[in-house]
C-alpha cells in the first residue's frame, strides 16, 4: 500500500492535505504540519531519494514530540507546547523518508478507550455519525480508516493501538515492550507504553515497523536485540502453526454476531493449515484491576512534572506557591487524568503501597509466567480484540468501569510486554470487528505473518466505509 | 535525671562526576544560571534518564573503603513531591536497593577512638535552587545543580554528642577526599547533612522521639546546631514535656533551631520503583577492578607510619588525617632522611600555619621540595629551628627557596666553637650579678645567659654548641 504512486511527492502531500479538509468532521488531526511537510515534498522531488518510505505521508500521534512543532498530548495542559526535541521513534520515521503531515487527535494523555476525554475535542469514527473511533489512538485509526494517510503512528498502555484499530477496521500492532524506544514519548505508565504502526495492512505495519524500531541509548529500557527485518516472513506459510486459544476468556458474554465472526476466523485459519490449542491463563482475569493499579500508579507520578512552572499550562495570576500548583493543575487536566491521578496517588501512599501497588506488581510476574507457560504450547495466541463493535459516544454513561473493560481482552499483553496486534476479520452492523493476535516476546515477525496470510485470503482489511478498496 | 544524646547523621556529598547523574550535562559549580541544563534536567516531557556508571564506580569506592557490603544489584526509586526547583515533581533515589550496604568507620573524638556503624549509602540526584534575590517579587529557578550525583550515607544512631558528630563528619569527609569521590568543598555545598537527634534515659532500650536538623553544612554549625537541639530537648523533657517528631532548621546568625514541619505537615512520598530505569548490575569483573585501584586509606596510612616509619601515634594520625598533609609528608620524606623531623614540623609549625590561615597545605605557598630543603638545613645544622621557623614563615609569605633566604637573610648557624666562646665568655663577664645567683643555685637563669648569646647572634648561633660552651664557663 505504501509503494510509489504516479504523482509527484508534492502532489501527494497536497492531496493528503485536501482529504484532510474533506474529513474535517473526523476531528482526527489537533495540529497540521502543512509548510515543511511542503516543502520536504518538493525536496524529494528535486533530490528523489532510495530512502525505504521516502515521501510517504504518515500521520503522528500527538503524545510524540516533535521539533517546532505543537505537542499536545490532547491535553490543556499542554494546548501551548512545542518541543525543543523530537521523539527518536519520529526521528527514525522521518529518517526513513517520511513526512509528518501532522499530529493526530487523542484521549488526553492517552486516557481512555473512546476518544472522549481530549481537550481538543472528540474524534468521529468515519464508519458511522457519532461513533467513537476507540482510543486513545483514536486520531491515528480514525485517518487512517478514512484513508487519508496510508499509515500513522499510536501508541498502546492497555490497548491504546489495538481497541481504536479494531473500532476502525484497521492493522494496528503493539511491539514487544522495549522494541521502540520512549525517548520522546510523553509518558502515560512507563512500564507499560509502547509505541506502534496503525495501517491498512500487516504488511505495511511491517515496513513501518522496520523503521520504527531501535536501539536507543537514551533509553535505558530500550532492548538490546536484533531487529529482523520484518516483512521476511510475511509469505510463509502457516501450515503446522499452533494457535492458542485462552479457556479463560468466556466469549458467550460477548455479542452474537461477533463471536460469529471470531468464529469464521478460526475455520479460516484451519483451512490454512493451523491448529488450534487450548491454554489456560489462569490469572488472566485479575489483568483489568491490575493494570488499574499499576497504570494510575506511574502516571500519578510521570504528570507530576506539569505544574504550571516550566512548561504547559500556567494559571493567571496565582496568589502564591501552592494555588500555581492548584490552580494550573485543574484547569489543565480534564476529568479523567484527574480520577487517574487521584487513584494512583491513593495506590502509592504509605499504608496502601502494599496492599495495591505491590499486590499489582506480583500478580502481574505470575500473569507473564501464565503467558510464558502458554507459549511452550503455541505460536500466537488468538481472541477477540474488543467486547464488541464501535459505540455512540457518550453511550458508555457515568461509569467509568465500563469504559475501562473496553481494554479486557488487550490488557494482559501490556502487563506481560508481549506483541500483540488487532487484525480486521468481518463486519457485524455495518461495522468492522477486529481479531487479536498475540505474539511471544520478540516474536512480532510470527503475529504479523499470522495476518498476512489472513490478508492474503480475505479482504476484510480492504472494507472501508466508503467502500471496498481494490 | 540524667539523659543520653542519640545522634545519627546523614550526609549528602556530592560526587565529583564530570557530568550529571542521569544527563551529559556538566556538573560544574558558578555557571550562569540555567546553563548547565539538559533536555532531562529541566524533566521536559517524553525525557528518560540514563544512569551515569562513574557515579556508581565511585560509590562502590566508598562503599569498599568503609568495609561496606556492595549490592552488586541496585535499583532506582522515585520520591515523590511538589517543589518549584524538583522539575520532574519527583526525585530519583535509592529506597529498596541501595548501591552501598551496612559499613563502618572509624572516629577519633574527645581522646579515644570509636567505630561508628553506617547503615547504608545511596545515589540519588540533587534538585535545582531556588533564587529569591534577582528578581523583584519573583522565585527564580536555577537548575544547573539540578541532577548533580549525590551520595547519601547514613549512619546508625551511635553518635554520642556534638564533638563525635563532628568527627563522624571529618572521618567521612577525609575518606572521600582521599578516594578522590567528593572535592569536600563545603562553602560550595560539597557536603551538606541533616542531623538527627533524640534523647532518652540512659537505662531505656528505646530511642526517643527525634527532631531532624536539615542541611547543615560547616563543621561549626553541625556542633552548634547539636548543643542547642540538647538544650533544647533537655529542658522540654526536664519540665515534663515530650519532644515533638519534626523537621527542623539550623539559623546560624541566631543560632538556634526553629521547627520547619511537624510530622503530620511531613509529605507522604509514595515511593515505588522508577520504571524508567533498569536495575543496574557490577559485575564481580567491575568490583574487583575498583578494589584493585583503591588508593592507601587514613587509617592504614596510619598503620603505617607508626610501625614502618616509627612516627609517634599522636603524629600519624594528624598526618594520615588529611590527604594534602599526607601527600606532603610522603614527598617530603623521600627527598631528605629525617622522616621524624618532617612530621615533628608538620604536625607543629606547618599546622599552626595552616589553622592561622585556616587553608589546606596544597593552597600554601610550601612545596615538597622547599619543604625537604628546610628540613635538611635543619639537620645539617645550617640553621637553627628558630631560625627555620622564621625561614618557613618567609616561604609562606613568599614562596621562595629556602637557600636563597638563608643566603639573603645571611642566616647560616654559626658553628664557629672560638667565636661563640669569645661572645659566651663577654656575656658572663659583663653579668657578674647573674653568674653569682646562679652559682647560688638559681637553674633557671641559665636560660637568661642563652637568650643573650642568642640576642648577640641573632639567633644563629647552634644553641647546642652555646649550651656546652655556657655549662663549661659557668662551673
Do not use: C, H, Q, Y
Given at each position: 500500500m505504501l509503494q510509489k504512486k504516479e504523482i509527484s511527492n508534492k502532489e501527494m502531500v497536497e492531496d493528503t492535505f485536501t482529504l484532510i479538509e474533506s474529513n474535517k468532521h473526523l476531528n482526527a488531526f489537533v495540529t497540521l504540519n502543512k509548510e515543511v511537510s511542503l516543502k520536504k515534498a518538493e525536496n524529494l522531488d528535486n533530490n528523489p531519494s532510495n530512502l525505504p518510505l521516502a515521501g510517504i505521508p504518515i500521520a503522528q500521534k500527538d503524545l510524540f514530540c516533535t521539533k517546532d512543532l505543537r505537542t499536545t498530548c490532547g491535553s490543556n495542559m499542554l494546548s501551548n507546547f512545542i518541543p525543543p526535541y523530537s521523539a527518536t521513534v519520529i526521528e527514525n520515521l522521518e529518517s526513513a523518508g517520511c513526512i509528518s503531515i501532522g499530529k493526530t487527535n487523542m484521549d488526553e494523555f492517552a486516557m481512555?478507550?473512546?476518544?472522549?476525554?481530549?481537550f481538543f475535542g472528540n474524534v468521529e469514527n468515519p464508519w458511522g455519525e457519532g461513533l467513537v473511533p476507540g482510543g486513545s489512538s483514536g486520531g491515528s485509526a480514525s485517518a487512517v480508516a478514512a484513508g487519508i494517510v496510508a499509515a500513522a503512528s499510536g501508541t498502546d498502555t492497555g490497548g491504546s493501538i489495538r481497541q481504536p484499530a479494531s473500532l476502525c477496521g484497521i492493522t494496528g500492532l503493539k511491539p514487544t515492550y522495549g522494541r521502540i524506544s520512549r525517548w520522546g514519548m510523553i509518558a502515560f505508565a512507563s512500564s507499560l507504553d509502547q509505541a506502534g504502526p496503525m495501517a491498512r495492512t500487516a504488511e505495511d505495519c511491517a515496513l513501518m515497523l522496520n523503521e520504527m524500531c531501535s536501539h536507543d541509548p537514551?533509553?535505558?529500557?530500550s532492548l538490546d536485540e536484533n531487529i529482523p527485518d520484518f516483512t521476511q516472513n510475511l509469505n510463509s506459510s502457516i501450515k503446522g502453526m499452533k494457535i492458542g486459544l485462552v479457556k479463560e476468556f468466556d466469549l458467550s458474554k460477548l455479542d452474537n454476531d461477533v463471536v460469529k465472526v471470531f468464529e469464521e476466523s478460526k475455520r479460516h485459519y484451519e483451512s490454512l493449515g493451523a491448529e488450534f490449542i487450548e491454554i489456560s491463563l489462569p490469572n488472566i482475569s485479575l489483568s483489568v484491576p491490575t493494570y488499574y493499579v499499576v497504570a494510575p500508579a506511574e502516571c500519578s507520578s510521570n504528570l507530576s512534572r506539569f505544574d504550571g512552572v516550566k512548561f504547559g499550562r500556567r494559571c493567571e495570576n496565582p496568589k502564591d506557591l501552592e494555588d500555581l500548583y492548584v490552580r494550573s493543575r485543574s484547569e489543565g487536566f480534564g476529568d479523567e487524568v484527574k480520577r487517574r491521578i487521584l487513584i494512583g496517588s491513593y495506590v502509592l501512599s504509605a499504608g496502601f503501597y502494599d496492599a495495591y501497588y505491590k499486590k499489582a506488581q506480583q500478580v502481574r510476574r505470575l500473569i507473564k509466567n501464565d503467558f510464558v507457560s502458554a507459549f511452550e504450547k503455541v505460536d500466537v495466541i488468538m481472541s477477540?480484540?474488543?467486547?464488541?463493535t464501535a459505540f455512540k459516544a457518550g453511550?458508555?454513561?457515568?461509569?467509568?468501569i465500563q469504559m475501562y473493560l473496553e481494554d479486557l481482552f488487550t490488557i494482559p499483553a501490556n502487563l506481560a510486554g508481549l506483541p500483540a496486534m488487532s487484525v480486521p476479520n468481518g463486519i457485524v452492523d455495518n461495522k468492522p470487528v477486529g481479531m487479536q493476535l498475540i505474539g511471544n516476546f520478540l516474536e512480532e515477525s510470527k503475529i504479523l505473518q499470522a495476518a498476512h496470510s489472513f490478508q492474503t485470503s480475505t479482504d476484510w482489511h480492504l472494507k472501508t466505509p466508503n467502500g471496498d478498496i481494490s | 535525671m540524667t539523659w543520653q544524646t542519640v545522634i545519627g547523621l546523614e550526609i549528602h556529598v556530592q560526587l565529583s562526576t564530570k557530568s550529571k547523574l542521569f544527563s551529559g550535562a556538566s556538573t560544574g559549580f558558578g555557571a550562569e544560571p540555567n546553563t548547565h541544563v539538559d533536555l532531562v534536567d529541566m524533566g521536559l516531557p517524553g525525557v528518560l534518564p540514563v544512569p551515569n556508571k562513574d557515579a556508581f564506580l565511585k560509590a562502590i569506592r566508598f562503599g569498599l573503603a568503609t568495609n561496606a557490603e556492595i549490592n552488586q544489584v541496585s535499583s532506582f526509586d522515585r520520591k515523590n513531591y511538589f517543589y518549584p526547583d524538583l522539575p520532574k515533581g519527583y526525585q530519583i533515589t535509592q529506597m529498596a536497593m541501595p548501591i552501598v550496604g551496612k559499613g563502618s568507620i572509624k572516629i577519633f573524638a574527645n581522646g579515644e577512638e570509636k567505630i561508628i556503624n553506617i547503615t547504608r549509602a545511596h545515589l540519588e540526584e540533587d534538585a535545582g535552587k531556588s533564587v529569591h534575590d534577582l528578581f523583584e517579587g519573583e522565585t527564580g529557578i536555577d537548575l544547573?545543580?539540578?541532577g548533580t550525583p549525590l551520595l547519601e550515607i547514613v549512619s546508625e544512631p551511635e553518635i554520642a554528642n556534638a564533638k563525635e558528630a563532628v568527627a563522624y563528619f571529618k572521618a567521612i569527609r577525609q575518606i572521600v577526599t582521599f578516594l578522590d569521590i567528593c572535592d569536600g568543598v563545603m562553602a560550595e555545598g560539597s557536603m551538606r547533612c541533616d542531623v538527627n537527634v533524640s534523647m532518652k534515659k540512659v537505662d531505656d532500650s528505646e530511642l526517643g522521639t527525634r527532631a531532624e536538623i536539615k542541611n547543615i553544612n560547616s563543621f561549626k554549625f553541625i556542633e552548634r546546631a547539636i548543643a542547642f537541639e540538647i538544650d533544647r530537648q533537655t529542658k522540654i523533657l526536664e519540665s515534663g514535656g515530650s519532644v515533638a517528631q519534626e523537621t527542623r532548621l539550623y539559623d546560624s546568625v541566631k543560632n538556634e533551631t526553629r521547627s520547619m514541619r511537624s510530622k503530620e505537615e511531613a509529605n507522604d512520598y509514595r515511593y515505588f520503583p522508577e520504571p524508567d530505569l533498569l536495575p543496574v548490575v557490577i559485575s564481580d569483573k567491575e568490583l574487583e577492578e575498583i578494589r584493585s585501584s583503591l588508593p592507601e586509606l587514613p587509617e592504614q596510612k596510619e598503620k603505617r607510619y607508626i610501625n614502618e616509619v616509627k612516627l609517634e601515634a599522636s603524629e600519624a594520625r594528624i598526618i594520615a588525617s588529611s590527604k594534602t598533609m599526607a601527600n606532603m609528608f610522603e614527598e617530603a620524606c623521600l627527598k631528605t632522611d629525617d622522616s621524624s623531623l618532617v612530621a615533628r614540623w608538620l604536625v607543629g609549625e606547618v599546622s599552626a600555619l595552616l589553622n592561622k590561615d585556616n587553608i589546606e597545605i596544597d593552597e600554601s605557598n610550601l612545596t615538597s621540595n622547599n619543604f625537604a630543603v628546610l628540613i635538611g638545613r635543619i639537620s645539617d645544622k645550617t640553621i637553627s629551628g628558630k631560625i627555620a621557623k622564621s625561614v618557613l614563615e618567609e616561604i609562606w609569605e613568599s614562596g621562595d627557596g629556602v637557600d636563597a633566604i638563608i643566603k639573603d637573610k645571611g642566616l647560616v648557624q654559626i658553628q664557629d666553637e672560638s667565636l661563640l666562646e669569645s661572645i659566651a665568655k663577654k656575656i658572663v663577664e659583663d653579668n657578674p650579678g647573674q653568674v653569682n645567683a646562679y652559682k647560688g643555685g638559681k637553674d633557671r637563669l641559665f636560660g637568661f645567659f642563652v637568650g643573650q648569646v642568642m640576642k648577640e647572634t641573632q639567633g644563629k648561633a647552634n644553641p647546642q654548641s652555646v649550651n656546652e660552651i655556657l655549662k663549661k664557663l659557668l662551673k
Open positions: 481512555g478507550s473512546s476518544n472522549e476525554t481530549s537514551k533509553d535505558t529500557t477477540p480484540t474488543t467486547r464488541g453511550s458508555m454513561g457515568s461509569d467509568p | 544547573n545543580r539540578a
